[in-house]
């Protein structure tokens, strides 16, 4: 049974950092893409970051280019985001998805959430003013 669990949400001051985890288990990690995502209320979920094979192949919106960054680590089978600058636009629960690297022939269609095979269950961001 595939598992993603995700922590390091909470409340912080607008500028201040946070670093979310998301820890897999029930699949071979290194296979895998990994997405973050986010939700806020009455909003659609929408993209944030991806990551392919290597913190050399990671894709961003245009919202969190710059402030946040993804990475992987394959022996822990733990994806990052590091973000920084935070903005009170940010607050949302975050949600990582993992999809097969052998279904992602183009990064760019990492920011589809319809590409994703297995979510997790969140974690709260909020940013205050």
């Known amino acids: 049974q595939v598992q993603l669990v995700e922590s390091g949400g909470g409340l912080v001051q607008a500028g201040a950092s946070l670093r979310l985890s998301c820890a897999s288990s029930?699949?071979?990690?290194?296979?895998?893409?990994m997405g973050w995502f986010r939700q806020a209320p009455g909003k659609e979920r929408e993209f944030a970051a991806a990551?392919?094979?290597?913190?050399?192949?990671?894709y961003y919106a245009d919202s969190v280019a710059g402030r946040f960054t993804i990475s992987r680590d394959n022996s822990q089978n733990t994806v990052y985001l590091q973000m920084n600058s935070l903005k009170p636009e940010d607050t949302a629960v975050y949600y990582c998805?993992?999809?097969?690297?052998?279904?992602?022939?183009?990064?760019?269609?990492?920011?589809?959430?319809?590409?994703?095979?297995?979510w997790g269950q969140g974690t709260q961001v909020t940013v205050s003013s």
């Open positions: 998805a993992a999809t097969p690297l052998r279904r992602v022939v183009d990064g760019t269609r990492l920011k589809n959430p319809g590409l994703y095979d297995y």
């Open positions: 990551i392919t094979w290597s913190d050399n192949h990671a």
């Open positions: 029930g699949l071979t990690f290194s296979t895998y893409a």
